[in-house]
């Protein structure tokens, strides 16, 4: 065993809560199935952000005056419209009572503690098990009972104990096993800045268009450089986040989340029209080390701002942050490398970025779906390609199965302006 499991354990945030991960019988997610997903392939998720957060201990003090965008989290454990009727004053009076956990209740008639969970249908198969082996086990080990909606029915997961810590367990143990069966399946949505959608995009559309002209008539004759390497131009964006979404409420969670947090953040970082999100886009870059075997090249951008040119960076981490404290994100990263990607090898496959992929046990898109192109010469004579300057001025939770055959970008569930707050 690595000793890094026993001084670094995972650490698993949802909503204000930090659990410490050590290991245990939770129900083992590898008997899932691997099937073909329709899948946003554009990059590997883990190709536009960086610096993997393991300990949360190393708080920064430099935080500590900025303003919150923390909001009042709806948490995995919601509840219910029509729920028992509650005695809380006549519940007993017990040490473990003294915290403020409002979501569980007390039920004075039956002298039961119960907490409900709206929970997506697509986990109760990790959640019961086979001949419910796993719901059997998780009821026995914390003293518990765990009710699930009948099979084409809908409602919330019920967890019922004679005691509040047991309850308390067991949903701990339900939030981290969601959570590692999440971090399995394909994202269904993604955060991203669109670039070419908006009426001030014209320039940087005909310096992109420039760009790939010039590539395909110098570098045809270099290996794997073929049109079907580019994206389109409609669908080049920045992207901020991966998502997977499967209920409605949890799309709604985000959005909540996404439009009160971008807010609060824009009064800080854009009080006026003066701060804007204008960006210089210049240079190249790729994503592995040996430029004759590249999967992705992108495009370098940076804010123009003398005064603070981290501005940006620091709006969109802070808003991943909050956006990770959902527990609904693909993949959990503590800084975004922001980037535009050019040139991608996946999109051999399919020019809309929408991919049938074969998944692996771990989510991932196997290997050999790649076929790598020589960039040597793309860098050494476009290196320092100057695609001008372009204002971020939307963000856009998108949908990977849907295109906007439309707009030719990817179709949304929301749109947030990225303008002043008045």
């Known amino acids: 065993m690595s000793t890094s499991s026993i001084l670094r354990p995972e650490i698993l945030v949802i909503g204000n809560r930090s659990y410490r991960i050590n290991p245990s019988s939770l129900p083992s997610l590898e008997s899932i199935d691997t099937q073909q997903h329709e899948v946003y392939r554009e990059e590997d998720e883990s190709d536009y952000q ?3 957060v393991v300990d949360n201990n190393n708080d920064d003090d430099d935080d500590d005056d900025e303003p919150s965008c923390k909001i009042q989290v709806k948490r995995t454990t919601m509840e219910s419209e029509n729920k028992p009727q509650t005695a809380r004053e006549n519940k007993p009076s017990r040490k473990e009572d003294e915290d403020d956990d409002n979501t569980i209740d007390y039920l004075a008639k039956e002298n039961m503690y119960v907490c409900e969970m709206d929970i997506a249908p697509t986990f109760y198969g990790v959640l019961i098990g086979k001949n419910a082996e796993a719901k059997q086990k998780l009821e026995q080990d914390t003293n518990t009972q765990i009710f699930f909606p009948r099979r084409d029915e809908t409602g919330l997961v019920k967890i019922r104990s004679r005691t509040k810590a047991n309850v308390r367990t067991a949903r701990t143990r339900v939030e981290i096993a969601i959570d590692r069966s999440r971090q399995m399946q394909p994202f269904t949505h993604f955060l991203s800045i669109p670039l070419c959608q908006s009426s001030s995009a014209g320039q940087f559309k005909e310096k992109y268009e420039e760009f790939k002209k010039n590539v395909l008539e110098q570098c045809a004759e270099e ?25 409605k409420s949890e799309i709604n969670h985000i959005n909540d ?3 009160e947090c971008t807010n609060t953040l824009l009064k800080q970082f854009m009080p006026t029209d003066k701060e804007r999100f204008i960006v210089q886009v210049k240079g190249l870059e790729f994503m592995n080390d040996d430029p004759s075997f590249v999967d992705v090249l992108y495009a370098k951008l940076q804010l123009v ?8 960076q620091t709006f969109l981490d802070r808003l991943n942050e909050e956006l990770q404290s959902t527990g609904l994100m693909k993949q959990k990263f503590e800084r975004l490398k922001l980037h535009i990607t050019l040139m991608n090898s996946l999109l051999r496959r399919d020019d809309s970025g929408l991919l049938e992929a074969q998944k692996t046990s771990r989510g991932r898109v196997k ?5 790598s192109f020589d960039a040597k010469k793309i860098l050494r004579l476009f290196g320092q390609f100057d695609f001008g300057q372009i204002e971020l001025n939307e963000l856009q939770l998108n949908i990977m199965h849907q295109p906007d055959r439309q707009t030719g970008y990817y179709g949304r569930e929301s749109k947030i302006i990225l303008k002043p707050i008045k």
């Open 50 to 52: 960086v610096n993997n």
């Open 223 to 247: 290996r794997g450089i073929t049109h079907e390497l580019f994206q389109q131009a409609s669908k080049l964006h920045l992207t901020i986040g991966t998502f997977v979404l499967l209920s």
């Open 257 to 259: 989340t996404l439009r």
């Open 305 to 312: 701002d003398q005064a603070n040119s981290n501005r940006l």
């Open 367 to 371: 290997n050999q779906e790649r076929e």
